[in-house]
């Protein structure tokens, strides 16, 4: 089955750095793929939707300067939190839709700590 | 409200009963897809079914999806202490795009 990876899986930072999470489709192309946050015990919020060669599209409420996004080819996209704050520290987790009903398959997650 | 409200929320058993959980939605979708999440880990798709399929069997799951009431159940038979996890449903919109909106979840805990 198709494989989405997740790097790194866990971070621990200071507030106020920067973090760069990547997001690969190991076996198959992904002209588009998705970015939600989880916390504890809650469900998946979808973030932004990062499309290959154009701008990422952002859910009302997310930050678009704060949560950057690029997609620079058909197998990557990365995740970066700018100036990270310890109310940034979650769960995040990518996806990327493959076949016919655009079934999703997830990467693992990162845990992001901000301290 | 979400998009896709799972109930119930909280589901313990004894390993061998079946679980059912069920998922109600708001919107027409083209498809409605069931993914279970480890603790801590990512989401694993579990089964997906259209807009014009009523029932689908995957092993020990099976799905029904019923438009005329916009909602779906999972059953999970002859349950292991394996399934211990957290259940979502996620609906996909009709037309081209592919974004789920997914519902809370159900946190499903299989006694041995």
């Known amino acids: 089955g198709a494989v989405v990876s997740q790097h790194p899986s866990w971070v621990i930072c200071k507030s106020g750095t920067s973090v760069k999470i990547e997001c690969r489709s190991l076996?198959?192309?992904?002209?588009?793929m998705f970015w939600y946050r989880q916390f504890p015990k809650q469900s998946l919020m979808l973030m932004a939707t990062?499309?290959?060669?154009?701008?990422?599209?952002?859910e009302q409420g997310v930050e678009k300067d704060k949560f950057l996004i690029n997609h620079a080819s058909l197998t990557l996209s990365t995740l970066t939190v700018t100036s990270a704050h310890p109310e940034d520290s979650s769960f995040y987790i990518c996806?990327?839709?493959?076949?016919?009903?655009?079934?999703?398959?997830f990467g693992p997650g990162t845990r992001l700590t901000v301290l | 409200s979400q998009q896709g409200e799972e109930d119930p929320q909280a589901l313990s058993i004894q390993e061998g009963e079946n679980a059912t959980m069920n998922c109600s939605y708001k919107t027409s979708i083209n498809n409605l897809q069931w993914y279970r999440q480890n603790s801590g880990r990512g989401l694993v798709h579990l089964i997906l079914i259209r807009s014009n399929e009523r029932e689908k069997h995957s092993g020990r799951l099976r799905v029904t999806l019923d438009t005329s009431k916009k909602s779906s159940s999972l059953l999970i038979t002859a349950s292991r202490a394996a399934d211990t996890a957290s259940y979502f449903c996620a609906t996909a919109p009709t037309g081209a795009n592919s974004k789920l909106t997914f519902g809370k979840g159900i946190t499903l805990s299989v006694r041995p």
């Open positions: 996806s990327a839709p493959r076949g016919p009903y655009n079934e999703q398959f």
């Open positions: 990062s499309n290959e060669g154009s701008k990422a599209t952002y």
């Open positions: 076996d198959f192309q992904a002209t588009t």
